[in-house]
Antibody
Framework: QVQLQESGPGQVKASQTLSLTCSVS??????????WNWIRQHPGKGLEWIGN???????DYNPSLESRLAISVDTSKNQFSLRLSSVTAADTAVYFC????????????WGQGTLVTVSS | DIQMTQSPSSLSASVGDRVTITCRAS??????LNWYRQKPGKAPELLIY???ILQSGAPSRFSGSGSGTDFTLTISSLQPEDFATYYC?????????FGQGTKVEIE
């Protein structure tokens, strides 16, 4: 059974960098056939795709966040990470990490989500 | 970006009812359409992928249909655990987008 778990600070000051890590168990980030995603949900709102990375390090980013965004993978730790710079209150959200099956392009496993609040 | 529009935004129904939710894409998405159910405080869970294929472990009361730009999720007999918010999501383009959600409430 694949499990994903987000970790990182629950509060970040405005203008600083939000950093989250997703630890994967029951599967390998090095496996071909999958890519590793970040998705967020503003309080009481819908879902927003942030971006993804595959086992080779190839990334796709949401253009609305691309200038502030970096997603990386650490195969030695079986983790992937999100860094979002210059945060504002608009970046306050629950952040989910998730696994996508490349062949069918669906999100089959999600982390539980972690709330990140941007404070002034 | 491809825009995804769901309707209705919310609905009220009773246990046992048949429920239909629609999702329209702003351009052809070649059946790369997924449906998720999200219960309060939880992560979404995959119900249907590639427009009509039931995810392993998802209840058989869920079905999906459609192609091109117009898609439907049907719940044949609503159960108590189905009172939740449902999202469609396209994965046709390199930038993935979700519908705004449909909240299914108890009538």
């Amino acid at each position: 059974q694949v499990q994903l778990q987000e970790s990182g600070p629950g509060q970040v000051k405005a203008s600083q960098t939000l950093s989250l890590t997703c630890s994967v168990s029951g599967g390998s980030v090095s496996s071909g056939g999958y890519c590793w995603n970040w998705i967020r949900q503003h309080p009481g709102k819908g879902l927003e795709w942030i971006g993804n990375i595959d086992y080779s390090g190839r990334t796709d980013y949401n253009p609305s966040l691309e200038s502030r965004l970096a997603i990386s993978v650490d195969t030695s730790k079986n983790q992937f990470s999100l860094r979002l710079s210059s945060v504002t209150a608009a970046d306050t959200a629950v952040y989910f990490c998730a696994r996508v099956i490349v062949a069918t392009r669906d999100i089959d496993y999600w982390g539980q989500g972690t709330l990140v609040t941007v404070s002034s | 970006d491809i825009q995804m529009t769901q309707s209705p935004s919310s609905l009220s129904a009773s246990v046992g009812d048949r429920v239909t939710i629609t999702c329209r894409a702003s351009q052809n998405i070649n059946n790369y359409l997924n449906w998720y159910r999200q219960k309060p405080g939880k992560a979404p869970e995959l119900l249907i992928y590639l427009a009509s294929i039931l995810q392993s472990g998802a209840p058989s009361r869920f079905s999906g249909s459609g192609s091109g730009t117009d898609f439907t999720l049907t719940i044949s007999s609503l159960q108590p655990e189905d009172f939740a918010t449902y999202y469609c999501q396209q994965s046709s383009s390199s930038v993935w987008t979700f519908g705004q959600g449909t909240k299914v409430e108890i009538e």
